[in-house]
């Protein structure tokens, strides 16, 4: 049992056009550009090993500011007594403790009961999650340093479980995509196996074991879809083209090696008895009209039910349709279905989840604020993932638990951490402000970037993003008031909101309306007396906070996109990079550039160190010529250590100061670019943000 999808589900009102827009084999890359879904033109080391190469170093020329597409080395100056170059990897141990995200936005089917059930597995980014509901911990496979990390590289977009719910299938998308088989109550140990389709299949759409977990059968995103049956010892045993439309679900028969895929404009039903894979068009005759086909699952009579496209659930018998049962209103497709021990649950495009019986006789039916894309049942329990990226459990008299929640659209940046109260706040294309308590491990408070819906991004204009909101309800920055509480939430049309604390996330003080363009760094002074604001249109806003955030200066100087801030530790300077690798300085008095500043900064203490170019992170870079691939940096507390997330889903941490040569401890969860990194205050968290992936993490020091 288990099954994939595919992103941008919900971009469409409703119907089957929510199945053409899953089905678009598009997204927008980071440069904004409209890309394959499944393709990586961000290359990670792992798979090019001509990145691997020296870094190329020009001379300042006349100057002092690091100007074009590579950074000028020489013109960064050391300080005067510069420190220890920490070039060594830190003595630290990241452990992962807690995630909060479930990937169920381009995903089917993918959150099960395990042989206890009292834990549940799902997944989300490159991970596979163990979640221990009594305790709320949380056990992964997949996670930790790149080097001994036994698991997935990429996005994984495909789950299934074995019928005895001991032996979890993970599939992943990329170039060379593969699958693991892995323990449920050992997800930390190594994959029982793992095998590559090869190159060209994009990714794995869906999966399923058979029913006494002897063979896996698997379906690509090849243009072909091929369809395939593995073994765990002697691998791959038989495949074939499927067509060329998407696979949407698979399903073993409960007693026989039969199993039935359900996809875009088709059914077939497969026969792997003889030991080779043969397959056969389902057969609707007079039963019921030709639909999309989402979701399949067994009888134990050996009949097959799936879930369509127009709401209605077909039963077949061998491969001829029998009849019809509506199971939700027309025009809302069926997104997810689970029969066991003959009890059947459908879930479908209009939040409903409705019970049947095995003999197709409605029972009941359970109202949800999201629609169902996945469904499991132990016992009374029903365990419900939603569009929104919550699971729930619900139990005997409808009581209802929430076990995690999610960012569900788009992307995520923004990221800051409250260490006073122990919480942190993330914000994306969802319109979505979410509050994370670190030591409950949950979401205990959820705003609204902005109510009212406004104009869609237009292809080419303003932040990258597939999100279905408007533009003025996408956030990618935030920054906290240590003194006040004021929480500064950026919008994607250039407006900053300013809210009045983590506990009123609602409660809008003041509007500042003088960037352009969207922002993605906001950072208040020291002492919380100012806000820097750093814009897309190229330039940086200072405000007064004590003067109701009144527009001091207005910093122009960057000939590209601001990208990082930093103040110093006294307040009184700034430096900044952009997009075009210019890091520039700047008096916060005056607010004029100092365009010797190199020279006259270079004994400064700067506040957090949150910028991709100086003299003390030379080394953050590798071997890789191509700087973009860096996206966030931040140095620890202790000032001895940088975190940075990078396009590769790696966490890395290197010693600071670092420069050229410098190794770090890289740690593998996040599946794409990871957008943010910050630690605490203490520097016993390390907390990061996806962005495609939408997951939080949560890193423990050790």
Known sequence: ??????????????????????????KVNKQGKMVGQYDRDDKRPEDNDAMAKAFEVESAGGGEQIMAVKPWLGAIKAPSNPPSILNSPPSIN?????????????SRQNLFYTSDPNRVV?????????????????????????????????????????????????????????????????????????????????GISCLGFSHDGKYLAVADLHNDHYVSVWDATNGKLGET????????????????????????????????????????????????????????QWLNDGSCVTGAGNGQLYIWRDRNLQRTVQAHEAGNPVHTLVIVNDRVLSGGKDNKIVEFNAQMTKVKEYQMTSCPRALDIHGDNILVGTRDGCITEIKS?????????????????????????????TTGDDNQIKVWNISQRKCVGTGTVDKVKGQIRKAGFGASTMATTGVNQQARALALNGSNGHLAVSHNDGRVTIRSGVKNLDTIITTLNDAKEWIEVMHYSPDNTKLAVGSHDNYIYLYDVGQGYKLLHKLHGHSSFITGIDWSADGSALHSTCGAYELLFWDANT?????????KFADEH???????????????????????????????PDEHMVATGNDWGLVEIFGFPNSEGAKSLAYRGHSEHVMNVKWNQRGDYLFSAGGYDQAVMQWKKR
């Open 1 to 26: 049992m288990g099954c994939g999808g595919s992103k941008g589900e919900a971009h469409a009102p409703g119907g089957e056009g929510d199945l053409a827009k899953e089905n678009d084999p598009r």
């Open 94 to 106: 990241l452990e992962l403790e807690y995630v909060y995200g479930y990937r169920v936005f381009d």
């Open 122 to 202: 799902y997944m989300t980014a490159a991970l596979g999650v163990v979640l221990d509901k009594t305790n709320n911990t949380q056990r992964f496979f997949g996670a930790g340093l790149i080097s001994t990390a036994k698991g997935h590289s990429d996005d994984i977009t495909a789950l299934a479980i074995t019928k005895n719910r001991e032996l979890v299938a993970t599939g992943e998308v990329g170039a060379n995509p593969k699958f693991c088989i892995w323990n449920s109550t050992n997800p930390e140990g190594p994959p029982k196996v793992e095998y590559k389709l090869g190159r060209g299949r994009r």
């Open 241 to 296: 083209k499927g067509g060329p439309d998407k696979i949407m679900d698979l399903a073993w028969n409960n007693s026989t090696y039969t199993f039935c895929t359900a996809g875009i404009k088709h059914i077939y039903f497969w026969d792997f008895t003889s030991g080779t894979l043969q397959s056969q068009k389902g057969i609707f005759g007079q039963a019921g009209e030709q639909s999309n086909m989402t979701a399949a």
């Open 397 to 425: 008299g409808n009581n209802r638990e929430i076990l995690m929640q999610s960012h569900n659209d788009g992307e995520v940046w923004g990221l800051v951490v409250d260490s006073s109260n122990g919480l942190v706040v």
């Open 591 to 599: 607010g004029k550039q100092v365009t010797d500043g190199a020279t």
């Open 606 to 636: 700067w506040h957090q160190w949150s910028l991709i170019l100086g003299w003390p992170v030379k080394g953050i870079f590798g071997s890789v010529i191509d700087y973009t691939h860096i996206n966030r940096v931040h140095r620890s």
